[in-house]
């Protein structure tokens, strides 16, 4: 990190994310010269579910702001803008109280609903409508699982908050979000960019209900004299409108042209596309950029670097002794490199957590196919990485037909991105060139972005891209190795899933999870 000292005029980028809470302080050129960061606990009170409480959320944004100014000072700041974990939501009274626990984006409740929705509305209607079908991923399923379940808490709420909305409030005093923050949790009329009234009416849910939304970039409000205080910024700040976590990704990737798509490898495997008309395809879900008149389309694999921690957890717990210097990731990345393409014969579908394009099955789960007794847990683990590349490549090629532009390049960020080895497996299967970000707050960086752009550092969001952010290693596909992937993804991945997924969902019916 930058020395702070002569940093001149700053921007806070926050990200709200599933685990902790992150504030960075950019200068012009999107360096980082001063973070703060605060963690929270995930609740499980059921093993298929995930909650939070909201409290922890602002407990996290005043201590990662706290932490962060004590580098900087107030004074440097010109706004805020916040990232955020996507679909969570949290029902509030008129004062902005959680009325119970944030249900999180990864809850898995709500299967029953999923199919409920789909058969009262149409999957496609609703896919048309909102740039999604229906997914336990989204908010609108949670909401109605709540309704059936614990009616009070929703129809007694004054609002059901996004985690930017409810961020926002304890901020302004206002109920406002960004279009691009509230998109994702499946309300949203992508065609008339507003909420979607009537599936919010036909829900039994009222209007009032849901925050003014605003276009991503615009000022929501100034931070509060009780805010300032809580938080240590000065009173009056501006607080800009951001957008979701995978949006802010794009923008930090500088994914803001056709063919240059973001590849995020975090805890899911997110990666998307800029568009200029509103595409609507199974392939992906479509999402409002925070860039004006356009829209991403968007992959989303709910198992990413998810299944490497799984991975260590379940196989390999004996390789974090800590007697070598590596990390149980680096030992069993140099094991399963001496391996060639193929991970010896065993084939991987990465549905961990099922599966949302382009399926869009709640009761998928993970295959594993080729078992002979010569495999050991370097073979699985380049699996891994191999399946998920497989799924990059099944996704981005629908992408690309879908939306009519061929991607020129990934650029990748998160944990993930630091393997050498797997940001090469992804190059050699898509067949697309991986360029790493040189930011590994690609996320926080975009809702820097956006907050430079508010205050007028650059003339639109383009320009502060290209001026705030850079990529430094490329990875190149390399023909040998897509010779071999080729006919592995063709004749062995590309079908395996449809073959099976009558059986796979069978399986989930007779033994529910």
Known sequence: ?????????LVIGVDSSTTACKAIAWNRQGVAVAEGRASYPLLQP????????????????????RECLSQVGAAAVEALCMTHQRESFVPVNAAGQPLRNAILWSDERSRSQVTRLEEHFGR?????????????????????????????????????????????????GHFRTGLSNADPMGLVDLVHRRWA???????????????????????????????????????????????????????????????????????????????????????????????DGHYFAEHVLRGGVFMIGWFVDKFAPDLRSGWLALSPEEQLEAACAKLPPGAGGLMLVPYWNNVMNPYWDPAASGIVLGWTGAHGREHLYRA??????????????????????????????????????????????????VLRSTSTEATCLGAGILAATAVGWYPDVRAAADAMTATADHFAPQPEAQARYDPLYREVYQPLFPAVQPLVDRLALLCPR
């Open 197 to 291: 009234w009537e599936l919010i009416e036909a829900l039994g849910l009222r209007a009032s209900q849901f925050s003014e939304l605003y276009a991503a970039g615009s000022v929501l409000g100034q931070v509060t004299a009780d805010a300032a205080r809580a938080t240590g910024l000065r009173a009056g700040l501006p607080v800009i409108a951001g957008a979701g976590d995978g949006h802010c990704a794009g923008l930090g990737a500088n994914a803001t042209i056709p063919g240059r798509a973001y590849l995020n490898l975090g805890t899911a495997v997110v990666s998307g596309v800029i568009s200029a008309d509103y595409p609507c395809d199974r392939a992906f879900r479509t999402l409002l950029a925070p860039i």
């Open 1 to 9: 990190m930058a020395n702070p000292a002569g940093h001149g005029p």
């Open 124 to 172: 496609d209607v609703l896919h048309r409508l909102t740039g999604k079908p229906p997914s336990m991923t989204q908010s609108l399923p949670k909401i109605l699982w709540l309704l059936e379940n614990e009616p009070e808490s929703v129809l007694r709420a004054d609002k059901l908050c996004d985690v930017h909305a409810f961020l926002v409030h304890r901020m302004t």
């Open 46 to 65: 059921e093993p298929a579910w995930h909650e939070q409480n909201a409290e922890e959320w602002w407990a996290g944004l005043c201590r990662a702001l």
């Open 384 to 433: 891994i990485l191999e399946g998920i590349a497989y799924e990059q490549r099944l996704v981005g090629d629908a992408m690309m037909a879908a939306v009519g532009q061929r991607f020129s390049e990934y650029v990748t960020m998160g944990g993930g991105s630091r393997s050498r080895l797997w940001c090469q497996i992804i190059a050699d299967v898509t067949g697309v060139p």
